[in-house]
T-cell receptor, first 115, second 115 residues
Framework: GDSVTQMEGPVTLSEEAFLTINCTYTATGYPSLFWYVQYPGEGLQLLLK?????DKGSNKGFEATYRKETTSFHLEKGSVQVSDSAVYFCALSDHRGTGANNLFFGTGTRLTVIP | SAVISQKPSRDICQRGTSLTIQCQVDSQVTMMFWYRQQPGQSLTLIAT?????????ESGFVIDKFPISRPNLTFSTLTVSNMSPEDSSIYLC????????????FGPGTRLTVL
């Protein structure tokens, strides 16, 4: 079945450091891929998405490229800030024949950025 | 996009009681979803709620335990019935805005503690 494997956390970085959070997926067909972010005490917010191979999603300085050949969607940011401290979830959306779709989430990676 | 609100934001309940969580979307949406996020874990889909039809439950979740209503295109409720401490989780509502997108937007969640 469809699944997402995400880099284990927690990750602690100094401000302005480079961030990579690895995400690989298993899916039949051609899923859409997402990164969601959950700030402390809040719900999930969509950070970025990509719907087909070689698409690059980007938002707030974060980027991720849909790599079909390596079934990956790694999240990167060139210079993290303290305000980026949150839990990051990689997810994929299947496409069921009924037109419904389900989101499969990774386990989440907690990022802490220290000044 | 869609703005989603949930009520209550948190609650502490006694074993054996039931709690109904409300989810309101600021626009008409095709599909609504209910997820559970157990402490320190990722999200698990409970069910998909379509307006005008019964909810579709994922494996491991049953209607008697988690009855769902979807009376119109902007509102849904999830009831957690006959609660036990194992039901202590964050319950999140999400919505998909149209049949042409697979992006889901999430509410802030309801933090439930069962004593």
């Amino acid at each position: 079945g469809d699944s997402v494997t995400q880099m284990e956390g927690p990750v602690t970085l100094s401000e302005e450091a480079f961030l990579t959070i690895n995400c690989t997926y298993t899916a039949t067909g051609y899923p859409s891929l997402f990164w969601y972010v959950q700030y402390p005490g809040e719900g999930l917010q969509l950070l970025l998405k990509a719907t087909k191979a070689d698409d690059k999603g980007s938002n707030k300085g974060f980027e991720a490229t849909y790599r079909k050949e390596t079934t990956s969607f790694h999240l990167e940011k060139g210079s993290v800030q303290v305000s980026d401290s949150a839990v990051y979830f990689c997810a994929l959306s299947d496409h069921r024949g009924t037109g419904a779709n389900n989101l499969f989430f990774g386990t989440g990676t907690r990022l802490t950025v220290i000044p | 996009s869609a703005v989603i609100s949930q009520k209550p934001s948190r609650d502490i309940c006694q074993r054996g009681t039931s709690l109904t969580i409300q989810c309101q979307v600021d626009s008409q949406v095709t599909m609504m979803f209910w997820y559970r996020q157990q402490p320190g874990q990722s999200l698990t889909l409970i069910a998909t709620a379509n307006q005008g039809s019964e909810a579709t439950y994922e494996s491991g979740f049953v209607i008697d335990k988690f009855p769902i209503s979807r009376p119109n295109l902007t509102f849904s409720t999830l009831t957690v019935s006959n609660m036990s401490p194992e039901d202590s989780s964050i319950y999140l509502c999400s919505a998909r805005t149209s049949g042409y997108t697979d992006t889901q937007y999430f509410g802030p969640g309801t933090r439930l503690t069962v004593l």
